[in-house]
DNA sequence: GTCTATACTGAGATAGAC
DNA sequence: GTCTATCTCAGTATAGAC
């Protein structure tokens, strides 16, 4: 049983993601997860801090893209601008990954504890957008709300994306825009 | 030991703050907050889900207060009119609310499981003011964006006025107002 | 890797309001 | 008698300490 390949921490998601939809998040023990995977579950919890969080760690590459994205924008953009040029510039990278968001979410989406930790990571994500915003020269009040406006767009845009792949996910991020901005 | 008609329900809540902020969130039992109010563990879990949620019971008000008030609006306001029309309507409930949620906003400040809860609040909040908003007509994308950014306008200035009490909060909600709408 | 505190659950008993 | 709140007792699983 591969041990040094340090696969491991792939190897209990993909375990974590099929529990979770066999017999549901709760009726699903993290020793159970780790046995799948082959390890202990001590080595469990020595990779994800808690339960939970065995799902979310895709989140660190977004961020980055994201933030990226942000930073190398022209000067010129305004914050919703710049926020949805970074935004669009990650449609390949979620289109690439839906074959594994999508079970992942349907999990997420069934269970309140999960939700839970889903709301955490996308408020770390918009302090983040803010933050680069911010690094940009934009004021701190507007960039907070500039970020969380922005996030909510394209967090309902993407959700309502993996549910449905129909329409694209590039035309719900334009849907979402432009009843954003004629709300203002 | 007075069992029945009594305020248990409150003796949990105040003894849970009390002891929150002695000793911090995790190093408090549920059975110590049961005690201090004169009951057994098992009884706080009948009357709290978990234990977080013993911080999070007033919440039930505001979302009535916030949704009568969108209900009864005019009918010619456009959704952020009729958002901070509705924000303001609150205002004096908050106000004379302060003493007893500083200190609980403190300790739910210090508690990463505690501001996680707090998300899933402000999630619930938001979106029973996007199901008002469609009540009066406003479809569906558009009066959930409308509530996510309202209300992340509204509880960014209600905690930054929980931290400071100057400026007032109706101050703070004019500023947080005029940056939103300003950012287009 | 082992041990332990504690959050949480379930079932049945008891006590008082009606 | 019913109904509801609480208690008692006996567990399981998470997560942290060692």
Redesign the pocket.
């Known amino acids: 049983m591969e041990r040094s390949g340090s696969d491991v921490r792939e190897r209990l998601q993909q375990a974590a993601v099929e529990l979770f939809r066999e017999r549901g998040y709760d009726r699903?023990?993290?020793?159970?997860?780790a046995g799948r995977a082959g390890v202990?579950?001590?080595?469990f919890?020595r990779h994800?801090?808690?339960?939970?969080?065995v799902l979310f760690d895709g989140q660190a590459v977004l961020v980055e893209a994201l933030t990226a994205s942000i930073a190398e924008a022209p000067a010129e953009l305004g914050p919703f601008d710049t926020l949805f040029r970074a935004f669009r510039s990650v449609t390949r990278l979620l289109e690439d990954n839906r074959p594994f968001s999508k079970p992942r979410q349907e999990v997420i989406s069934a269970t309140p504890a999960l939700r839970e930790r889903e709301l955490s990571k996308l408020k770390a994500l918009s302090d983040a957008l803010a933050s680069a915003l911010r690094d940009r020269g934009v004021s701190e009040l507007p960039a907070a709300l500039a970020a969380h406006a922005g996030m909510a767009a394209f967090a309902h845009a993407t959700l309502a994306w993996l549910d449905h792949d129909e329409p694209g996910l590039s035309e719900r991020i334009d849907m979402a825009e432009k009843s954003l901005r004629s709300l203002l």
């Open positions: 699903t023990t993290a020793t159970e997860i202990t579950e001590r080595t919890f994800f801090s808690d339960k939970r969080e």
